[in-house]
């Protein structure tokens, strides 16, 4: 049996099903500058990569898995990492196989489950655990945040104007290049605390820092110039409310790939009020 941060392997069916999409959030920059509501109004927000390599952190948890909350708290501190957005973009998954045994997790989906199950068939193989982290689309062990260095895959850059409607566009670099990308575009809540009352975690009360609450994506077109790829979308409503903090992240791949090639994210307005606390 496998074991990462506690984790126990679960094999499961694969889920069938689709997560909710469409409506509006006001974001931020890449440098996490933190602007007012009224800074965003009638004006389009940007966030950009740059060239060089930013990895896509995944934690795919669960409230109702005994061996998550280590990997929930290591995920948590990296919202204090300097390094947060410029070198990496982390994303917390829950997902809904451990619904069934005594408490099921608000923040998870089928969606979500699905996702781990194609992420882990990437791998070559049908078994799923919690807490499992992934980097760049392969198995990982939370350590060192430190890349490789020197890779330039391209520029992702993400832009949202007032109404919600948002494009997304990506510049491939040396070694990316080709026809055929998608898009995937992640709202994030953080500072959310749950009381577990059933199931494994009874009588604890659990934090959560990173978690996706609504993922969209949308195939890239590729523009008249021939250089870059784009999509234009509507910014997807949470699935859950009340979060003190809000990001967006945004991450590129090939189309029928799991890997990404090239990550951007950033908090939006919401935090400065909730002062990133």
């Known amino acids: ?12 069916g694969r889920p069938e099903g689709s997560a909710g999409l469409v409506r509006s ?14 800074a965003l109004r009638g004006q389009a927000v940007r966030l950009s990569s740059g060239p060089a390599r930013v990895s896509l952190i995944e934690l795919f948890t669960s409230e109702g898995c005994s061996s998550c909350p280590p990997a929930e708290e290591w995920m948590a501190a990296l919202k204090d990492d300097p390094r947060l957005w410029h070198n990496f973009v982390p994303v917390s998954f829950h997902v809904n196989y451990w619904d069934n045994l005594g408490w099921p997790d608000r923040f998870a989906t089928l969606a979500f489950t699905q996702r ?12 799923v655990y919690t807490p499992c982290f992934v980097r760049d689309g392969a198995e990982w062990r939370a350590g060192s945040l430190d890349g490789p260095g020197g890779e330039s895959p391209g520029v992702l850059t993400l832009e949202v104007g007032e109404s919600g409607r948002a494009r997304v566009a990506f510049t491939p670099g040396v070694g ?12 994030l809540g953080g500072g959310f605390s749950s009381r577990v009352t059933a199931g494994e975690n009874r009588g604890e009360t659990l934090s959560h820092e990173f978690v996706a609450l609504a993922v969209v994506d949308r195939p890239l077109a590729v523009t008249s110039g021939g250089k ?20 967006i992240a945004a991450w590129v791949t090939r189309t029928g790939q ?3 090639i090239q990550a951007v994210g950033g908090w939006s307005a919401i935090s400065e009020r909730a002062g990133r606390r």
């Open 1 to 12: 049996m496998r074991r990462f941060f506690g984790g126990d392997i679960l094999d499961h």
């Open 25 to 38: 959030i006001l974001l931020a920059t890449l440098a996490a500058l933190l602007l007012p509501l009224a």
């Open 116 to 127: 781990q199950y194609d992420i882990a068939g990437s791998w070559g193989t049908q078994s």
């Open 176 to 187: 990316a290049t080709g026809a055929g990308f998608t898009a995937h575009i992640a709202l």
């Open 228 to 247: 870059s790829f784009q999509a234009d979308f509507v910014m997807p409503e949470p699935a859950v409310a009340g979060e003190p903090r809000r990001a």
């Open 258 to 260: 799991m890997a990404p």
